[in-house]
């Protein structure tokens, strides 16, 4: 059993820390993220844009009766500015972080943080393991058939390549026939992509080879040594990655789609995630999120409770 220290806020637990202070690291944890920086580096943003927030009585009363203490299960790995680790290699950092704790300060209660491999996390929902997930999880139709989210972010699919590549844009999934795609394994890019191989053997062409991967560094690597051709992935990573990776280019916005918090079917913890995030977006916390990690293109204006796909 890990030992576990309750704070008023967060729980801290012996593999797990959420950055809770202002400051700076450098080097890495023995190797680099998804991006290929180093973790801790001064490429990874650490202000503290959160610990001011305090509690709203009106979205914590939304909560189910005797709510005080969840627990979040957190996909690490993550390019940033998805969620990775500081130089100490323990203490999580990253865009979901930051909001997790934003919103776990707004509704006054105690978090258990537990890593998980992405794919793992919404099968687990269900049975009552986590209380939710937050780890860019996209909003899409068949996700919502068994999983309730609250959005907190707009941001979808894309597509990188090396700079010598002969890609310029993606606007359809034909232009990948024959290619040899990385992606991470149980996402909702793997998904697009293996549903619709077929439109390559239906235009009498090659079909293109999906690549999965549970390490994003693997992705990365891959590309960078001509295993892959292609990367799909999330807009906000790949363009952070291109920034800080030489010999890479972003292509193009393949398909934007709301991300959100993710819940097992019918929960009753939706209305207060909802409440505690437009109370961020009113109060300015939300916007210093943003401009914290650069996406400031993925905001939006309101939380919703389990919206429609967002179509093409």
């Known amino acids: ?66 709510t005080t203490h969840l627990t979040v299960a957190i996909s690490v790995g993550g390019t940033p500015p998805g969620t990775t680790y500081l130089s100490d290699g323990k203490t999580l950092t990253g865009q979901d972080v930051d909001f997790t704790k934003a919103v776990a300060r707004v509704l006054g209660i105690k978090l258990t943080v537990e890593q998980a491999s992405f794919e793992a996390i919404l099968p687990a929902l269900d049975s009552g393991k986590y209380d939710f997930g937050a780890s860019n999880f996209g909003v899409t139709d068949e996700r919502r058939k068994t999983i309730d989210f609250v959005t907190y972010i707009n941001d979808g699919q894309g597509f990188a390549t090396r700079k010598d590549s002969k890609l310029t844009k993606i606007t359809d999934l034909k232009q990948l026939c024959g290619l040899s795609v990385a992606t991470g394994a149980g996402t909702t890019f793997e998904a697009t992509l ?48 291109v920034a800080h990776q030489p010999g890479l280019k972003f292509l193009d916005e393949y398909h934007r789609l709301d991300v959100g918090f993710a819940f097992k079917k019918g929960t009753g913890l939706a209305p207060a995630f909802r409440a505690a995030v437009n109370k961020l977006l009113s109060d300015g916390t939300y916007d210093k999120i943003l401009k914290k990690w650069g996406t400031t293109g993925s905001a939006i204006t309101k939380s919703q409770i389990s919206p429609p796909e967002l179509k093409s």
């Open 1 to 66: 059993m890990r030992s576990r220290l309750l704070l008023p806020f967060v729980v801290i637990t012996s593999a797990t820390l959420f950055l809770t202070a202002c400051g700076s690291g450098s080097g890495g944890p023995g190797g680099t993220d998804a991006s290929g920086v180093a973790a801790g580096s001064d490429d990874v943003p650490t202000t503290d844009v959160v610990s001011a927030e305090k509690k709203d009585e009106a979205a914590a009363k939304l909560l189910p009766a005797g």
């Open 194 to 241: 293996e549903e619709n191989k077929h439109v390559c053997t239906d235009a009498g062409k090659k079909p293109y080879e999906v690549q999965t991967y549970a390490d994003p560094s693997a992705i990365w690597s891959s590309v960078q040594q001509g295993r892959s051709d292609i990367v799909m992935s999330t807009i906000n990573g790949l363009r952070y990655a």
